[in-house]
């Protein structure tokens, strides 16, 4: 059982797609594109143009069509919604916008959480003894997925535009500025975490910051938790144990998320 290719390939997708509602026959193509524009070639950095990452274009035809053809899903309330923008003015959203939207969730949603299953399968592979707690006991699951959100974000990093000077530790960081805030070592931070370079489901769950803080909180978070509980509950009732097969695992070529394009177990019944 491959974690990535039988579960993280799949369960995301097939979830953004039922909310926004994108074929099932289009599914895997947007799948495809998503993981395209977070590839890095070998050797080269990943190229920084917005165009790159948030390029609608490929949902141009859906969004038309799904314009003459409403129905019961998100795009068709996003295309009806009214809202006051920020000059004051009651619109809706534009057909850009909608485009981006589409891009965004699609690949956000697919890849981000198709990695935390990745994670999931080596983490607690690695943790036999922590494995055995979750296959007694259920009621660990949505702990062990808080644990694991932190131990090993799919997305270690984000970056940010400084609107107005700010002062860190006596430093000043002047308006204009990028910054990258490493995530992954704030879940680290012994101040806050007792022990945090040790994987464990029993941690008091909470303060991790995979998903944010803030105006920038992820907006697709409480999705991704549900994902991850259900999907670890269901490969549980049919799977209590596995061993990684890291002899064959495939590491993602990404400088974005971080995680696995193969994750293959052998499992016991």
Same mark, same amino acid.
């Given at each position: 059982?491959?974690?990535?290719? $039988?579960?993280?390939?799949?369960?995301?997708?097939?979830t953004?797609?039922?909310?926004?509602?994108?074929?099932d026959? $289009?599914?895997p193509?947007?799948?495809?594109?998503?993981?395209?524009?977070?590839?890095?070639?070998?050797?080269?950095?990943l190229?920084?143009?917005?165009?790159?990452?948030? $390029?609608?274009d490929?949902f141009?035809d859906? *969004?038309?069509?799904?314009?003459?053809?409403?129905?019961?899903? *998100?795009?068709t309330e996003?295309?009806?919604?009214?809202?006051?923008?920020?000059?004051g003015?009651?619109?809706r959203?534009?057909?850009?916008?909608?485009?981006?939207?589409?891009?965004?969730v699609?690949?956000?949603?697919?890849?981000?959480?198709?990695?935390l299953?990745?994670?999931?399968?080596?983490?607690l592979?690695?943790?036999?003894?922590?494995?055995?707690? *979750?296959?007694?006991?259920?009621?660990l699951?949505p702990?062990?997925i808080?644990?694991?959100?932190?131990?090993?974000p799919?997305?270690?990093?984000?970056?940010?535009?400084?609107a107005?000077?700010v002062?860190f530790?006596?430093q000043?960081?002047?308006a204009?500025?990028?910054?990258?805030l490493?995530?992954?070592?704030?879940?680290r931070?012994?101040?806050?975490?007792?022990d945090?370079?040790?994987?464990?489901?029993?941690?008091?769950?909470?303060?991790? *910051?995979?998903?944010?803080?803030?105006a920038?909180f992820?907006?697709?978070?409480?999705?991704?938790?549900?994902?991850g509980?259900?999907?670890l509950?269901?490969?549980?009732?049919?799977?209590p144990?596995?061993?990684? $097969?890291m002899?064959?695992?495939?590491?993602?070529?990404?400088?974005?998320?971080?995680?696995w394009?193969?994750?293959p177990?052998?499992?016991?019944?």
């Open positions: 059982f491959d974690f990535v290719q $039988d579960l993280g390939a799949e369960l995301p997708m097939r953004i797609g039922m909310l926004v509602g994108i074929p026959s $289009d599914q193509s947007v799948r495809a594109h998503a993981h395209a524009v977070l590839r890095n070639k070998p050797g080269e950095p190229p920084v143009k917005k165009d790159h990452y948030f $390029d609608g490929m141009g859906y *969004l038309a069509w799904r314009t003459k053809n409403p129905s019961d899903d *998100l795009i996003l295309l009806n919604v009214e809202f006051d923008d920020e000059t003015a009651t619109r959203l534009s057909t850009q916008e909608l485009l981006i939207f589409l891009a965004v699609a690949g956000a949603g697919v890849e981000t959480t198709g990695r299953f990745g994670w999931m399968g080596k983490v592979g690695e943790n036999p003894d922590q494995l055995a707690d *979750l296959a007694a006991n259920a009621a699951v702990n062990a808080e644990e694991l959100l932190r131990y090993e799919p997305g270690p990093h984000v970056a940010r535009w400084v107005e000077d002062e530790h006596g000043t960081i002047p204009g500025s990028a910054l990258l490493m995530l992954a070592s704030a879940n931070d012994e101040r806050h975490f007792t945090p370079d040790r994987f464990d489901i029993h941690r008091r769950p909470g303060g991790h *910051l995979t998903f944010g803080r803030g920038h992820c907006l697709g978070a409480p999705l991704a938790r549900l994902e509980r259900v999907a509950e269901e490969v549980l009732k049919r799977f144990s596995w061993e990684v $097969d002899a064959n695992a495939r590491r993602s070529r990404t400088s974005t998320v971080r995680g394009d193969s994750m177990t052998v499992v016991g019944a």
